[in-house]
């Protein structure tokens, strides 16, 4: 997963919504509107795929034959599960960053209300500047470099800290206040009603039909679960993400297995366990749900092992369909990215998924793309 340039105006229009707040601008899908799109059983009201589309026509004909009873590839209810990512292929990823990786710089380096520890603060302008210089699309070549190999775990590390002691209630809020904020580089669309209009229709589908659906992200647990609610069917404890400890507000760092939960104490957000990614997103599928998937939806490096671990030596039949971020129009896409991608689905047999070809809109025709 790749982040967009973030300009110096975009920098400057970043303001602390922990303070003084950030007005709405919104012109997309509400939330509430997101909740309300719905297919049916057969399929047949799909609305923002391309009728044409190869992959969404190899989508449909795999439902139609996995539940049908009389066919050979049957899949009992039981066993559908269906494995989703979430930045890249539910939601945008590039508004300039993930979604959680904005919202960490959010807290670290603009909420007047809190003041991290000059760590944290270091390390969040490092992530900032190399948001800056990772920059898609068409980055200028002297002023790029590749991601850092341990940007994922060292921002999660620092991200867990900024956020740690709050309450449950307290981070909920904090990410529904972020939901609120501008997704820089479109215009008419809010961070919290960037989802994938196509990829929505998906998740209905497939809940139509009885398959059980699991979100698999390396964005914070407990973010997803806010970020998510009530806009896809998916039951909060199908959410699995990066894990934080969690610990009573007056533990103090006592063992849990010596420390008794008390009357006045709240559950407060601790310390980093795990971040969520590559094959971590296979060591907890097998912990937490404990069946392999059929279906799996993902766009990055970072999905790859859990669509070979889907396709690989499953007893039924299986697909894995790869988001391509090749949209240069109506999203803030990456040519480079996307080319890099339909390489490794030729190589590992997974089916891509142009977001140019295949998806009618993506946001709804009010979002477009603010920067050229």
């Given at each position: 997963?790749?982040?967009?340039?973030l300009?110096?105006?975009?920098?400057?229009?970043?303001?602390?919504?922990?303070?003084?707040?950030?007005?709405?601008?919104?012109e997309?899908?509400?939330?509430?509107e997101?909740?309300?799109?719905?297919?049916?059983?057969?399929?047949?009201?799909?609305?923002y795929?391309?009728?044409?589309?190869?992959p969404?026509?190899?989508?449909?004909?795999?439902?139609?034959?996995?539940?049908?009873?009389?066919?050979?590839?049957?899949?009992?209810?039981?066993?559908?599960?269906?494995?989703?990512?979430?930045?890249?292929?539910?939601?945008?990823?590039?508004?300039?960053?993930?979604?959680?990786?904005?919202?960490y710089?959010?807290?670290?380096?603009?909420?007047?209300?809190?003041?991290?520890?000059?760590?944290?603060?270091?390390?969040?302008?490092?992530?900032?500047?190399t948001?800056?210089?990772?920059?898609?699309?068409n980055p200028?070549?002297?002023?790029?470099?590749?991601?850092?190999?341990?940007?994922d775990?060292?921002e999660?590390?620092?991200?867990?800290?900024?956020?740690?002691?709050?309450?449950?209630?307290?981070?909920?809020q904090?990410?529904?206040?972020?939901?609120?904020t501008?997704?820089e580089?479109?215009?008419?669309?809010?961070?919290?009603?960037?989802?994938?209009?196509?990829?929505?229709?998906?998740?209905?589908y497939?809940?139509?039909?009885?398959?059980?659906?699991?979100?698999?992200?390396?964005?914070?647990?407990?973010?997803?679960?806010?970020?998510?609610?009530?806009?896809?069917?998916?039951?909060?404890?199908?959410?699995?993400?990066?894990?934080?400890?969690?610990?009573?507000?007056n533990?103090?760092g006592?063992?849990?297995?010596?420390?008794?939960?008390?009357?006045?104490?709240?559950?407060?957000?601790?310390?980093?366990?795990?971040?969520?990614v590559k094959m971590?997103k296979?060591?907890?599928?097998?912990r937490?749900?404990?069946?392999?998937?059929?279906?799996?939806?993902g766009?990055?490096?970072?999905?790859?092992?859990?669509?070979?671990?889907?396709?690989?030596?499953?007893?039924?039949?299986?697909?894995?369909f790869?988001?391509?971020?090749?949209?240069?129009e109506?999203?803030?896409?990456?040519?480079?990215?996307?080319?890099?991608?339909?390489?490794?689905?030729?190589?590992?047999?997974?089916?891509?998924?142009?977001?140019?070809?295949?998806?009618?809109?993506i946001?709804?025709?009010?979002?477009?793309?603010a920067?050229?």
């Amino acid at each position: 997963m790749n982040c967009k340039k973030l300009t110096t105006m975009v920098l400057a229009a970043m303001i602390g919504f922990g303070s003084a707040g950030m007005a709405p601008v919104s012109e997309a899908a509400t939330r509430a509107e997101l909740a309300q799109i719905t297919v049916n059983q057969k399929g047949s009201d799909f609305k923002y795929w391309n009728e044409k589309s190869v992959p969404f026509q190899k989508l449909k004909s795999y439902v139609k034959d996995v539940t049908n009873p009389g066919s050979k590839n049957f899949i009992p209810v039981e066993d559908r599960i269906a494995v989703f990512d979430l930045d890249g292929t539910l939601v945008g990823e590039t508004t300039p960053c993930y979604f959680e990786w904005m919202m960490y710089l959010e807290r670290a380096l603009n909420d007047k209300s809190f003041t991290p520890s000059p760590e944290d603060r270091e390390y969040a302008e490092e992530v900032k500047q190399t948001i800056e210089e990772v920059g898609i699309p068409n980055p200028k070549p002297e002023r790029t470099r590749n991601m850092p190999k341990d940007m994922d775990r060292r921002e999660a590390i620092s991200q867990e800290s900024v956020f740690s002691g709050m309450t449950m209630p307290e981070y909920e809020q904090f990410v529904k206040n972020f939901m609120e904020t501008k997704a820089e580089g479109m215009t008419n669309l809010k961070r919290g009603e960037a989802f994938y209009l196509p990829m929505v229709e998906v998740v209905s589908y497939l809940h139509a039909n009885k398959f059980k659906i699991f979100i698999v992200s390396g964005t914070d647990r407990q973010a997803l679960r806010v970020l998510t609610d009530g806009v896809l069917p998916v039951d909060k404890d199908n959410i699995i993400g990066t894990d934080i400890f969690y610990e009573a507000s007056n533990q103090n760092g006592a063992d849990g297995l010596d420390y008794l939960y008390k009357h006045d104490d709240e559950v407060v957000r601790g310390e980093f366990i795990l971040k969520n990614v590559k094959m971590n997103k296979v060591v907890n599928i097998v912990r937490e749900i404990g069946k392999q998937p059929v279906l799996a939806f993902g766009n990055s490096s970072g999905d790859s092992s859990m669509f070979n671990y889907t396709i690989s030596n499953n007893k039924y039949k299986s697909l894995a369909f790869a988001l391509l971020c090749d949209d240069l129009e109506r999203e803030l896409g990456c040519m480079e990215k996307a080319d890099k991608m339909r390489e490794s689905c030729e190589k590992y047999g997974w089916i891509p998924v142009s977001m140019r070809d295949d998806f009618k809109t993506i946001y709804g025709n009010n979002v477009t793309r603010a920067v050229k």
